[in-house]
């Protein structure tokens, strides 16, 4: 036989009908040609004559494009085409002619319909693959009758029969289609023929689909019965099955009929699984439902390992496994009496595997391992690593099949397959099938595993750019909560924060960058950061609005954003807020419980640019509550926002034991509406107040001597509450400080404040704003020591620049007992 020109499908796929000539050995032409650099015929097969009608002594020499002509377009009605609608090959690629021509530099597939020598004209598969190197080989192409593979009255049907391209590594035995190339092309020289199959390979396999998931590799064995025949055999089949009399096993067309059944029997279930896979992007139930597909129709037993990282939600795993890799057990599916396999191999276990182990050679060569029978020698192999449990009575005797499960041809775990002694042994057909249905899996595992990891990442990215508040700050108590999205991901632009600000107050913010996914997320953490660093310069709150505004300005004009800012002073009793935007907060008294909206200028959103800010003061009492949200909180599609807000002003007032009781509570009266898409960002704080003797101001003149009276107000002072095991370090601290003003200070006169809280504050403010620096102190500098003493002795320190100069302050920790 001419190589190349009677081609086979693998044995695990079925394709339809033989050509009439070759219909009985199961076999259909395919042409091989080879076009020089001239466009010249110089290779012309057997299938080729018998495609075309042109001897090969007609077409060696000749114009490829008088051999092949083009006559057209494929016919559109239906009962014309061969396989029905057209529609459905439309984007195959460029023509034939485009490839004959020279005209493509890249491999090309399709259908064409060409004139033959004679009446007729043939539908027609095609490959083509443009050829580089010394030869004078340009053009490569591969054809085959496409009425062939089916014909009229023929029972199969599929969703398309496409001519395409693969990576021969895609499929099981790759090795094996690699060797076998060259029966399909030209015969030619050693090194020609090498470097052909090289570039075949290299370019794509030639593969049929036959629906979106079943793609065969064009084989030397391509072809099945007609369905004449096929019905013959089947009958014959069923005559010998009724009269107890087996059928003969040499007779080729029983056979062939018998594979042909197991096939179509195959293809059915790999349908049939592939359509209960995948259904979730859940990779726990991705799992189960992968496991489950099989049992019990494939097989009795399924056992799914899957790598560590896979299992943690990590990153794609690298590397190849080995002895030491970590295979979790996260499902086990069987037939067996409840609970039997439980308590030898759980699920969730985690384990190595050693190297003469089946399962190493599976996850290691990323092939299919079938053990026909597991003997008693590999049942106590097997049992070994299990240490004190005994597995060889639930395994010894039947037949295993290990498959891998692959994506990107990384193995993410493998499959044990078991079948009870008394059922047929798994064999090479059930392997092919177990590889495929592994590589369906090994796809939409990693589609959930992707899935979960991105999420993960989204998660990781949403709480870092999400600041950890402490619960109490001066003069109140704080309470978050941050809810992701339900549309477009769990990454959004609401945000919540919280400075401490110098006279024990605290900077109060929430807001919202309008969208979802990772460009608001970015925004909303370039606004966060802006905000800390406004917020620490003390500028009122309408001016740090302002100032946010412009800088958005800056940064683009794609994104808007609200913001609602307030400045707690819990020595005044006092809210100052601006708003820009943002719904307003909730004021909850706490004389009668009574909730309201705070009515604010509402401002333009930040980003709109050209607009100003204004900002009002608002008296509260202690134990007074604030809660500030964004609205994604009270915010439903089809309902007035009004619903949510007056929702929010009646949850907010429910008491509460605790500030996240409180938030709780709030939480549960607004998120169980129903439609919420958005992220909710939520603020609750709880305002204390500082009572007035609680708090200690002097002023202090701008002379050196003023050091050492400052030093024994203090002392003074912390005897009066009772903090004398203060005193010691309060003194020295404070004399540095106050030091420091008198010589950095120009007119104005300094002031010193204590404030007795959870920690003890002391603040000392100067008209200057040069902000001081924690510098590096050798045996011989006068100055820098100050600082280094009181960055030793304080719990925290810092200094920030006020509408007038600094404040510079230290914080010391109250003794215990």
């Not at 259909?28 to 042109?54: E, T």
């Amino acid at each position: 036989m001419d190589r190349g020109t009677e081609v086979g499908a693998a044995p695990s796929r079925g394709a339809g009908g033989g050509a009439a000539e070759h219909a009985a050995a199961g076999r259909i032409p395919l042409a091989v040609v080879v076009v020089d650099r001239d466009g010249l015929v110089s290779h012309w097969s057997s299938g080729a004559r018998r495609l075309f009608g042109a001897p090969k002594e007609e077409a060696l020499g000749h114009p490829v494009a008088d051999l092949l002509p083009v006559s057209g377009a494929l016919p559109e009605d239906a009962d014309a085409a061969p396989f029905g609608s057209y529609a459905a090959y439309d984007g195959l690629g460029p023509g034939l002619e485009s490839s004959l021509d020279g005209r493509l530099s890249y491999p090309a597939a399709g259908r064409a319909r060409l004139t033959a020598a004679g009446p007729d004209r043939i539908d027609v598969l095609w490959w083509a693959y443009p050829l580089v190197g010394p030869g004078r080989e340009r053009l490569l192409v591969l054809a085959a009758d496409a009425a062939a593979l089916r014909r009229e009255g023929d029972d199969i049907s599929f969703e398309r029969i496409a001519p395409g391209f693969a990576l021969h590594t895609d499929f099981p035995g790759a090795e094996d289609l690699a060797r076998r190339l060259p029966e399909i092309l030209p015969s030619m020289s050693v090194g020609e023929s090498a470097r052909i199959v090289a570039q075949v390979l290299e370019l794509g396999y030639p593969v049929l689909e036959f629906s979106q998931n079943d793609r065969v590799p064009v084989t030397p064995d391509w072809g099945v019965p007609r369905r004449a025949e096929r019905k013959a055999r089947r009958e014959r089949a069923a005559r010998a099955a009724a009269s107890g009399v087996p059928m003969t096993q040499s007779a080729p067309d029983e056979v062939e009929d018998l594979e042909y059944v197991a096939v179509r029997e195959r293809l059915e279930f790999l349908n049939e699984v592939s359509g209960r896979i995948g259904t979730s992007l859940d990779l726990s139930q991705t799992i189960l439902e992968v496991s489950r597909a099989v049992v019990p129709r494939f097989t009795d037993v399924a056992g799914t390992y899957l790598r560590e990282q896979v299992v943690a939600g990590e990153g794609f795993p690298d590397g190849v496994p080995d002895t030491t890799t970590m295979w979790h057990r996260v499902a086990l599916e069987h037939t067996d009496e409840p609970g039997r396999w439980d308590d030898v191999v759980p699920v969730g276990e985690a384990m190595p595997f050693p190297a003469h182990t089946p399962f190493f050679q599976c996850m290691t060569t990323g092939e299919p391992v079938l053990v026909p029978r597991i003997s008693e020698q590999m049942g106590h192999m097997i049992a070994a690593q299990f240490e004190k449990r005994d597995i060889r009575p639930l395994i010894t005797g039947r037949s295993m099949l290990v498959v891998p499960l692959k994506a990107r041809n990384v193995v993410l775990g493998f499959m044990i397959l078991l079948r009870h002694p008394e059922r047929v042994e798994f064999n090479d057909m059930d392997r092919v099938t177990g590889a495929e249905l592994a590589a369906r899996a090994g796809l939409v595992l990693d589609n959930a595993r992707m899935y979960t990891y991105q999420e993960s990442v989204a998660e990781t990215l949403q709480d870092s750019m999400l600041p950890t508040i402490a619960p109490r700050m001066a003069g109140c108590d704080i309470a978050t909560r941050y809810l992701p999205g339900t549309l477009l991901g769990r990454v959004g632009g609401d945000w919540f924060d919280s400075v401490k600000l110098p006279g024990s107050r605290t900077a109060l913010v929430v807001g919202d960058v309008m969208g979802h996914g990772l460009n608001s997320a970015a925004m909303m953490g370039q606004l966060r950061t802006a905000v800390q660093t406004m917020a620490a310069l003390d500028l009122p709150p309408a001016q740090l609005l302002r100032n946010l505004d412009d800088l958005a300005q800056r940064l683009g004009d794609n994104y808007l954003a609200t913001c609602l800012y307030a400045v707690y002073d819990p020595i005044a009793g006092e809210l100052h807020i601006a708003n820009a935007g943002h719904i307003p907060p909730v004021l909850v008294r706490a004389e009668d419980g009574r909730s309201e909206l705070l009515e604010l200028p509402t401002g333009a959103p930040i980003g709109v640019g050209g607009v100003p800010f204004e900002a009002v003061r608002v008296p509260v009492a202690s134990g007074d509550r604030l809660v500030m949200c964004t609205d994604g909180l009270v915010e439903v599609r089809g309902e007035d926002i009004g619903v949510g807000l007056a929702t929010l002003c009646e949850s907010a007032a429910h008491p509460a034991a605790s500030m996240d009781q409180a938030c709780d509570t709030i939480i549960r009266a607004l998120n169980t509406r129903g439609g919420r898409k958005d992220d909710v960002a939520l603020l609750m704080a709880r305002l204390n107040g500082i009572e007035p003797e609680d708090v200690a101001v002097w002023r202090l003149a701008l002379d050196p001597i003023e050091a050492g009276r400052a030093r024994g107000l203090v002392r003074e002072q912390l005897r009066a509450w009772g903090l004398t095991g203060l005193a010691d370090n309060a003194e020295l601290m404070v004399g540095e400080l106050v030091t420091n003003a008198v010589r950095h200070a120009h007119s104005r006169r300094i002031e010193l404040r204590l404030v007795r809280g959870d920690t003890l504050l002391c603040e000392v403010e100067d008209d200057d704003q040069t902000l001081p620096i924690l510098l590096g102190v050798g045996p011989g500098d006068e100055f820098g020591r100050g600082l280094r003493l009181v960055s030793a002795l304080s719990r925290e320190w810092g200094a920030s620049r006020t509408g007038a100069g600094k404040t510079v302050w230290f914080e010391l920790t109250h003794p215990r007992g």
